[in-house]
């Protein structure tokens, strides 16, 4: 797995990385047909495995800092690249990520974070 985004993304879900990605690699999660059958996914982009090109496109796209190259993940997010590989693995649980789009097809601006907002994410998922 060439990237992989992390679980700083939760709830985040920028789609700046989906923009830019040529290959369409980047996915979401699908609502839960049977919820009580299987355990809810994070809400949060997931890179596949085997589709990424190890362009490198995405990771400075992502204003949360969610985005690492496979070599350079922290110890801390290394159970993420086991997250990230379901998109394989369990496809119908999830569908290719589209840019958020208005209602003449144009990308919908979106609001970057501030530092202060990065920083207590990565406090919130225990990142120092």
């Known amino acids: 797995m060439p990237y992989v985004i992390t679980q700083l993304c939760v709830d985040c879900l920028d789609k700046g990385c989906v923009e830019v990605c040529p290959v369409d690699c980047i996915y979401v999660p699908v609502a839960q047909q049977a919820p009580a059958a299987t355990s809810a996914l994070p809400n949060m982009l997931y890179i596949h495995p085997t589709e990424c090109i190890s362009c490198g496109a995405c990771e400075p796209e992502c204003p949360w800092n969610a985005i690492y ?3 350079e993940l922290p110890a801390l997010f290394h159970a993420d ?11 119908s649980r999830f569908a290719v990520a589209k840019p958020e789009r208005d209602a ?25």
């Open 104 to 128: 003449q097809g144009r990308l919908v601006p979106k609001v970057k974070p501030s530092h202060a907002d990065v920083a207590a994410n990565k406090v919130k998922r225990g990142v120092r």
């Open 69 to 71: 190259e496979d070599r």
């Open 81 to 91: 690249v086991a997250l990230n590989a379901l998109c394989e693995e369990q496809p």
